[in-house]
């Protein structure tokens, strides 16, 4: 069954904020957009608001932008995972970090790709200069080595 969930990239003053995973939790250690998992019945948007309400604090008008599929390599019919990608610099209130990791400004251009997901760099600037895109990656293991990748620009 194919895991639904969301990225939200929020830009502020040529920066981008990242959380870092808390230990325990899917991603432990790795610097990503705030998102999470959709809940049954739940739209992609409304699930991007509320994970990065529950995430930073703050209240966003997310667009989407993009789509990438995950899969465990030796499982090709469906993807394991689905992340809707949204983008917005609208937003208010005063970040809280919470229970999921920390929360912190990078520059645009200067992503902590050492500490993010491996496929990351290959799609982390469509998303960041708003372009739309879909992309599917095939990894060995648990999502532990990238071994091929596709993406398409709309």
């Avoid at 610097?31 to 409304?46: D, I, R, S, V």
């Avoid at 509320?50 to 993807?79: A, C, H, M, N, S």
């Avoid at 005063?94 to 496929?119: Q, S």
């Avoid at 990351?120 to 648990?142: I, L, M, T």
């Amino acid at each position: 069954m194919t895991i639904q969930a969301t990225l939200c990239f929020i830009l502020h003053d040529n920066k981008v904020l990242l959380l870092k995973k808390n230990p325990g939790l899917f991603g432990a250690g790795k610097w990503n957009a705030p998102g999470g998992k959709l809940q049954h019945g739940e739209t992609a948007e409304h699930c991007a608001k509320r994970e990065v309400y529950e995430e930073t604090g703050l209240e966003v008008q997310p667009r989407k932008i993009g789509t990438l599929e995950f899969f465990k390599f030796d499982k090709r019919q469906d993807p394991d995972w689905i992340a809707h990608v949204f983008l917005t610099n609208e937003f208010h209130g005063t970040i809280k970090e919470g229970k999921e990791g920390v929360l912190r400004w990078f520059l645009i251009d200067h992503p902590p790709f050492d500490d993010m997901w491996e496929d990351d760099r290959y799609w982390y600037r469509h998303a960041v200069e708003g372009k739309s895109f879909r992309g599917n990656f095939y990894f060995r293991g648990d999502f532990e080595k990238l071994v091929e990748h596709r993406i398409e620009l709309l």
